[in-house]
């Protein structure tokens, strides 16, 4: 009688037999909002209560009767299932689920908005898939039917070239298409938060500066600034480096002819400001010691490559430039201890110091090539066996 009562229980709970359809242009990368009890009956007057829960889809002509269906979810981890038919045709890696963002006094079928994302979709990727929610006891499914749409073959001959631009549903259609044109767009999609993100558009800025795609960017939140040595140095550049220094000394814009111009275009003078905070990394840097009177700090040895001295081994005009200098430069400070920058150096100074810039820490990390579709098959685990599913764990990566 036990395993009589174990299939009971497995089945007590069927598929609903509402058929959302999600409906995505061919080829044309597309995210697409609905919630999870517009698909699955949730009841009434409690659905906010499914949020909690982790969603997965099971692939097309199955009843989602094993965990090996299973080829997509939400939360931090894959669980790692591979069916042989999310495989195929590469669906497994080009379809996301997630879950999206309901106001806390939420209508019926309004409080478990889930969204998928469909790259690149294929013909292949039609068909009837089932969704589920992993809870105790029995997991409640539900079918849902994706179709694509081929404008070229539903749009008259004399349309056919005409872009076609997707209609995004209003807040209570129960199927509508997000808005994913830009990386602000879609990061507001994941998240919820549509307002001005500075940290975003740097992280972007710095995947563009190094011509990088189809990568993790990585990121503090709030980075502490780092010193780096600034790149012009007398073995670099013996022309650029003296440019640099006389530029502290006057805001006056040099001749377009002059070497120094280029210099003085991508270092505009600046007003004074206050010191940012920063941490400290060793480097090669470029140094100069002086022997004045105003202490400013000394950068220990191992910092500095080449250490030029102030009226000996510096000649006398490029000592004047470090002895007197009035006008800060955008993005070059000078570092004279590990705790110390200086806009300008002071007149008449002492120590050793060295020009440097100050960047926010920042990692690419590439993703890992896809997974070939051919692979050995694993046994087949029922979805009543709970001790063998595999629970999904948090994971996190620091940049």
């Not at 919820?192 to 800025?205: E, F, K």
């Not at 012009?232 to 013996?238: A, C, E, K, R, T």
């Not at 250490?307 to 800060?328: D, G, I, K, W």
């Not at 150096?345 to 060295?354: H, I, V």
Request: hydrophobic letters at 35%; aromatic letters at 12%.
């Amino acid at each position: 009688m036990a395993p009589l009562i174990a299939v009971l229980l497995c089945f007590s709970f069927p598929l609903s037999t509402a058929l959302v359809t999600l409906t995505f242009p061919l080829g044309i990368t597309t995210s697409v909002q609905f919630d999870f009890c517009s698909i699955i009956n949730c009841g009434t007057g409690r659905q906010a209560q499914w949020t909690g829960s982790d969603k997965y889809v099971c692939m097309r002509g199955s009843d989602c009767d094993n965990w090996q269906w299973v080829f997509a979810n939400t939360g931090t981890e894959d669980w790692g299932y591979q069916p042989f038919e999310a495989q195929k045709y590469g669906l497994k890696n080009r379809f996301s689920i997630i879950k999206g963002h309901a106001s806390h006094e939420c209508a019926d079928n309004h409080c478990n908005p889930l969204i998928i994302t469909l790259k690149n979709p294929s013909l292949h990727d039609s068909g009837i898939y089932v969704l589920g929610a992993y809870v105790s006891g029995t997991d409640p499914l539900g079918r849902f039917l994706i179709k694509i749409d081929n404008p070229v073959i539903n749009t008259p001959h004399s349309l056919a070239h005409t872009p076609i631009s997707p209609t995004f549903g209003s807040d209570f259609s129960p199927v509508k298409i997000m808005n994913i044109s830009t990386l602000s767009s879609t990061f507001s999609v994941e998240t919820g938060y549509g307002d001005q993100n500075r940290w975003l558009q740097w992280v972007l800025y710095s995947a563009k500066q190094v011509n990088r795609s189809h990568c993790y960017a990585c990121a503090a939140a709030r980075p502490h600034l780092a010193t780096v040595p600034f790149p012009l140095s007398n073995i670099s550049d013996p022309v650029g480096l003296p440019c640099l220094l006389y530029l502290f000394t006057t805001s006056k814009k040099p001749l377009s002819s002059s070497k120094c111009s280029n210099l003085s275009i991508l270092f505009p003078p600046t007003r004074h400001m206050d010191t940012p905070m920063f941490q400290t990394h060793e480097g090669n840097y470029t140094c100069f010691k002086s022997y004045g009177t105003t202490w400013v700090g000394e950068l220990p040895f191992s910092f500095c490559s080449q250490t030029f001295q102030v009226n000996f081994s510096l000649n006398t005009v490029l000592s004047s430039f470090l002895l007197s200098q009035t006008t800060p430069r955008s993005d070059i400070w000078w570092m004279c201890s590990r705790s110390k920058l200086f806009a300008t150096l002071p007149p008449n100074w002492s120590g050793t110091c060295a020009p440097i810039q100050l960047v926010m820490p920042f990692r690419l990390l590439s993703l890992p090539p896809s997974h070939s579709p051919y692979y050995s098959t694993p046994p087949f685990y029922f979805r009543h066996t709970r001790s063998l599913f595999h629970t999904p764990t948090n994971i996190s990566l620091h940049g």
